[in-house]
């Protein structure tokens, strides 16, 4: 685990001084995640760590196009563009793909990356791996239900949060619940 890799890559795309969204500070985000579609794509794999996983026929008929791209083929949806980015209702935010419950709405936080951020998630829900992908060294985040692709965790921003992580996670990976359901 390089910290200073995951340091350089999180300052070329945010200010730990000011958490306000600004998009049209981040064009490497925007070029990497065009980057980071085409090559997912191509190495795409299925994990399978429990009863919630299913074929990859079998998850492209319960999911979206979209929803496949990135829960299976471990996309990244376009920066800003995401239905949870700028969400603060108190609820529940669970997996697209089987429904476990991910993280609480009173640990999601204003990054200002352009996708949800959560400081934590619900204790057993998320599993981490190693990504190496794009000659950077960074932890991929996963359901531990099903295996679907959820974003990536970053450590040591300077984020004024209990654990100084920052989950980023794709809205299109998550459903949310609001707390009277
Ligand atoms: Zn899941």
């Given at each position: 685990?390089?910290?200073s890799t995951l340091r350089t890559l999180?300052?070329?795309q945010i200010s730990s001084a000011t958490f306000r969204p600004n998009l049209s500070s981040f064009p490497l985000r925007?070029?990497?995640s065009h980057t980071a579609t085409r090559t997912f794509t191509a190495t795409a794999r299925i994990m399978?760590?429990?009863t919630k996983t299913k074929s990859e026929e079998e998850w492209r008929a319960v999911l979206s196009p979209e929803q496949f791209r990135i829960l299976r083929q471990k996309g990244t949806e376009r920066a800003g563009t995401g239905e949870y980015d700028k969400h603060y209702e108190p609820g529940v935010y669970e997996c697209?793909?089987?429904?476990t419950p991910l993280y609480k709405s009173d640990t999601k936080f204003k990054s200002g990356c352009g996708w949800p951020a959560f400081y934590d998630a619900i204790p057993g829900a998320v599993n981490r791996h190693e990504d190496s992908s794009f000659g950077m060294l960074r932890i991929e985040i996963t359901c531990a239900a099903?295996?679907?692709h959820l974003g990536h965790v970053f450590k040591g921003e300077g984020f004024p949060t209990p654990t100084d992580e920052r989950h980023c996670v794709n809205s299109i990976s998550l459903k949310f619940q609001d707390q009277t359901e």
């Open positions: 685990m390089s910290t999180c300052s070329k925007r070029n990497f399978a760590d429990s697209a793909g089987c429904g099903c295996g679907g």
